[in-house]
């Protein structure tokens, strides 16, 4: 290689900070050796394995037969931003208006021009952990330093309100919320946010992220509950992001939605402008079909997922060495597998590719900062039919046996 192909083959340095998304590369492998004729079952995946609502199919299409194929509005169409703000309003109890919403390609672009649109250099983003892969990817390619507040299954993986104040600093510039959290299924109650809220009243120059896209997937009985609601004097200062990827099998569709102070959705929309631009025309038809249409499918997918999550909660408690408490809310377990760590396997990422020589796809622990709380396991989703479900946990009991 000559020295100036030497020099133009270079990243840049915000993104040699980040590392790929390990989910998807997990997702990624287990597709191609299915390609190679393996037989592979992935649980690795964040997606319901449900269709797409027939309404919002239908929806689509009618878009595309009117011709609605051209740019949009940067943050939406004035129907999408309607539709978003009744989301916010009659799901989350957030009083949202049109004028406060904007929309992007699924809820990971709405974080990503988020933080890139708000974060100088040297400041720190709090971020509970294990937490979602792209929370901290996302903060460093901004330039943020990571501040990881680690939680335990003991605690339900939430972190305190003691925990918050003794992390914040003057360098303090956002703090992440994940409820239902992803990957542990963490669920906070109204108290334990009034209690965080309680906090940042004495810290006003610090911004929330309240990333709220599991909300319909809960499986207790209280209420959702989220800052922006239950403290709207804070709403100011807080981004709540949602979406239809997860609650309504849209995943391909990349719509996702927001809502915040307008300084900050103006600034999203700056970014976005020049980024991907308006998110996808058909897709935006979709989402005000799935927002405005019947939300009664959801009851029924709440039921079939938690009869899994029962399902496969007993079924890996049930193998030695692996343990899971039982997740409140989204569709994934994390899986303590600490036991087995030096048995066979050097770390979760050696387990992870043990499991997936036997034939189920599942993401190390440490790919979601289980280093940070000192756990090493994995995640699994439980967003697969009955079939590949009963598979996948025979495989990963054949797996553990075999080290
Ligand atoms: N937030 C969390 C916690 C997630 O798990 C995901 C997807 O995995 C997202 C946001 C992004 O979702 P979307 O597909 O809408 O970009």
Known sequence: MTQAQASADRISAALARIAPSQTTAMTDRATAMRAEGRDIVSLSVGEPDFATPAHVVEAVKDALDQGAT?????????????????????????????????????????????????????????????????????????????????????????????QLANAITPATRWLLLNSPGNPTGAVYTADDLRALADVLDRHARIMVMSDDIYAPLRYGDTPHATLAALRPDLADRILTVS?????????????????????????????????????????????????????????????????????????????????????????????????????????????????????VAVVAASAFGGAHCGIQGFRVSFAADDDSLTEALTRMERAVAAL
């Open 70 to 162: 051209k740019y949009t509005p940067v943050g939406g169409t004035a129907a999408m931003k309607r539709a978003a703000a009744l989301h916010f309003t009659r799901d989350l109890g957030i009083a949202a208006t049109p004028a406060d919403v904007t929309v992007s390609a699924g809820g990971k672009q709405a974080i990503f021009h988020a933080l890139l649109a708000t974060i100088d250099p040297g400041d720190e983003v709090l971020i509970p952990a294990p937490w979602w892969v792209s929370y901290p990817e996302i903060a460093r390619f901004a330039g943020a330093n990571v501040v990881p507040l680690p939680t335990t299954a003991a605690d339900g993986f939430r972190i305190s309100a003691e």
């Open 243 to 359: 979406g239809v990827s997860k609650s309504h099998a849209m995943t391909g569709f990349r719509i996702g939605v927001a809502t915040g102070p307008g300084w900050l959705i103006r600034a999203m929309e700056r970014l976005q402008s020049h980024s991907s631009g308006n998110p996808c025309s058909i897709s935006q038809a979709g989402a005000v079909a799935a927002f405005e249409g019947p939300q009664d499918f959801l009851s029924d997918w709440r039921a079939i997922f938690r009869a899994r999550r029962d399902r496969v909660v007993e079924a890996i408690n049930a193998i030695p060495g692996l343990s899971t408490p039982v997740p409140d809310g989204a569709f994934y377990c994390f899986v303590d597998a600490a036991p087995l760590i030096g048995e066979g396997c050097e770390d979760d990422n050696a387990l992870a590719l043990h499991m997936l020589e036997h034939g």
